[in-house]
């Protein structure tokens, strides 16, 4: 092993240790079934643009998407329609709300930006059926691409949140109330529940990240999964609004584009460089996973990571 990857290993290692006592905050309950989820579970994990693979903790505990998702199926509305197509949609802007606000842009009724509640499900309802292939399963496509490996949906989380949803259909309700989107966003609230369930490890979201890391080619396996300019465009998005009303102080102290989940899972990329990932179901406030916050935080201090950084 070379020394720089060993010192990606021991930084990943010695963050694991130093970060495995924190007992702030709780798995997220208001989706009943997250709160299953082991407290003290803890995974990071690094991949590399040649498509090694740097880990440490339980990376290969199975967990849901959740908020994780939304940059992938954002990525898969902008193939489909194009930045211009998405963006009359839903906005690129932050909103500096929590992830769950009941709120639309005055004027147009867009959403913020895809990366909250609203935002996201108007992308997943903006991804068509085909003739042959329904919209869950187009997605379900793209995110085990991202993955480089055949993905599944967690069945139990999956009901949990239809059971417990009311405030992402009320926010679809309110979508389709306000505005022309000429889609139903009522009807693909069921399909963001369901893409929201997916079931990845912290490996898994690790090569997502890399993937876009790696201009939509995905490092561990050559496969195509976008265009190069959709790649820029996600993490552009992620850098601005995936860490929602914090996401300005991320770019300031972390400086990776990034997105985080209420399950515990949290992405980070570097352009051209690698995917990260964290997995850690206590949360924050904010819907974030706090060890996967300050790990990640810590290991771009550590490693140079912050993209504004002048080496
Ligand atoms: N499924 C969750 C919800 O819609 C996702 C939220 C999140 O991860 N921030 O409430």
């Excluded at 990376?59 to 199926?73: E, G, L, R, Y």
């Amino acid at each position: 092993m070379s020394s720089a990857a060993g010192a990606v290993t021991d930084a990943l290692r010695e963050l694991r240790t130093r970060f495995a006592g924190v007992r702030d905050g709780e798995p997220a309950d208001y989706i009943p079934q997250l709160a299953m989820a082991d407290p003290e579970a803890f995974g990071l994990a690094l991949i590399s643009m040649d498509g090694h693979r740097y880990s440490t903790g339980e990376v290969d505990v199975p967990f849901t998407m959740q908020s994780v998702s939304k940059p992938f199926v954002y990525a898969l509305a902008l193939c489909e329609l194009g930045l211009d197509g998405v963006s009359r949609w839903v906005n690129a802007e932050p909103s500096g709300e929590a992830y769950n606000a009941i709120s639309l842009e005055p004027g147009t009724g867009r959403p913020d930006n895809a990366m909250v509640n609203a935002g996201a499900i108007v992308t997943t309802a903006l991804v068509p059926d085909t003739a042959d292939t329904p919209r869950f399963d187009r997605i379900l496509d793209c995110l085990s691409r991202f993955a480089g490996r055949q993905l599944d949906v967690d069945e139990a989380v999956y009901a949990s949140e239809v059971a417990t949803g009311d405030r992402n259909r009320a926010l679809a309700y309110l979508i389709r109330s306000a505005g022309p989107l000429p889609v139903d966003p009522v009807g693909a609230v069921e399909t963001y529940f369901r893409q929201c369930a997916v079931r990845v490890t912290t490996l898994d979201l690790a090569a997502m990240a890399a993937t876009l890391a790696n201009g939509g080619v995905n490092p561990l396996n050559g496969d195509v999964v976008v265009e190069e300019p959709v790649a820029a465009q996600v993490l552009a998005v992620m850098a601005t609004c995936g860490m929602y009303d914090t996401s300005g102080d991320w770019l300031l102290r972390v400086g990776l584009p990034a997105k985080s989940g209420v399950s515990g899972g949290l992405i980070a990329a570097g352009p051209a460089r690698f995917g990260l990932a964290a997995y850690s179901p206590r949360l924050d406030p904010t819907g974030t996973s706090v060890r996967g916050r300050i790990a990640l935080g810590a290991l771009s201090e550590r490693l140079g990571l912050h993209l504004m950084h002048n080496p």
